[in-house]
């Protein structure tokens, strides 16, 4: 089965967080959330969210993917963590799916990650990467890395998160359920 690391930070956008995890399982791929501070998780609009495990737990193994929600101040505390900036570049170098939402492609272009690279981001949240090729769709998508604009494009992005871990009929079957049309 293939397996999802999901870092939840004080001040993540729930919307994001939640609609990752909801579809990625749905898809019958494991998916993990986790607090940076072994605390659950006041999101950026005040739900609170209850993580799986630590963040220092889950380290502990190898995921097939890893997705940083944003919202703020959720994605500067991804940010400040250097165990996040350190997983992320190992993944990277590793070969497998980074992955990051509205303002949390920020936490990839401060790893370095993004230079050069096509993204997008929630408006505004990379404008001080100015080696990072920007784009407007709602999901970008440059070799194994993955990102998207924000809280309205977050049921799309986890789509195609499920489409790259599970085919395009398991996608085609989860959206389905959904009813989005």
Known sequence: M???????????????????????????????????????????????????????????????????PGGQPGTNNLKADARIIKLVQRMVEEGRYVCAICAAPAVLASAGLLDGKRATSYPGSLNSFPKVLLQ??????DGMLITSRGPGTAMDFALTLVERLAGKAKRDEVEAGLVRV
Do not use: W
């Open 2 to 68: 293939k397996s999802v690391l999901v870092p939840l930070a004080q001040g993540s956008e729930e919307l994001e967080a939640v609609t990752v995890l909801n579809i990625l399982r749905r898809a019958g791929i494991e998916a993990v959330s986790t607090s940076l501070d072994g605390h659950p998780i006041r999101g950026s609009r005040g739900t609170m969210l209850i993580p799986d495990t630590s963040l220092d737990e889950a380290l502990k193994r190898n995921f097939d993917m890893v997705v940083l």
């Open 136 to 141: 407007t769709q709602a999901v970008v998508e």
